[in-house]
């Protein structure tokens, strides 16, 4: 999953992150790549504790959802990226039925896009059971 993270600095501080789709989710760094790179950890464990607790993946939204939040004012945004399939919860092999030309373009898609079919899968399903709860 895609979440929006919010990087701000003050004077004399390193920078802050904010992942404002995940409530008390924060981190910091002392640069802006290291604060991204930070973010995307503090996303995957907050996730990953969700999950172990059976508490429900936080929907994500866009930037522009929480731009005119004053609290966000002057502040750098960036996104970072989960795939809440590789988080260490305990996976289950299922046997499923598709149609074969689904298959073929969910393949093609997963490795166009670097993930494994399971991983691809399991991004859809939970995306789609957020928005349609």
């Known amino acids: 999953m895609k979440y929006p993270i919010v990087i701000h600095k003050d004077p004399e501080s390193d920078y802050g992150v904010t992942v404002p789709d995940i ?21 995957a464990c907050h996730l990953e504790g969700l999950l172990i607790d059976n508490e429900p ?13 004053p609290e966000f004012k002057n502040a750098i945004w960036a ?3 989960v ?18 030309r689904l298959l073929h ?10 993930e494994s079919r399971s991983g ?9 059971m957020s928005i349609h709860r």
């Open 83 to 100: 795939d809440i399939s590789k988080l260490s919860v305990k996976s289950k092999r299922v046997n499923i039925t598709v149609p074969e």
């Open 79 to 81: 996104i970072v990226e």
């Open 57 to 69: 993946i936080p929907l994500n939204s866009t930037i522009e959802e929480h731009q005119n939040n």
């Open 105 to 114: 373009t969910m393949d093609h898609y997963a490795k166009k896009h670097g």
């Open 23 to 43: 409530p008390g989710c924060y981190s910091a760094a002392s640069s802006i790549e290291e604060a991204i790179e930070m973010a995307q950890e503090a996303v």
């Open 120 to 128: 691809l899968l399991a991004q859809a399903v939970t995306e789609y």
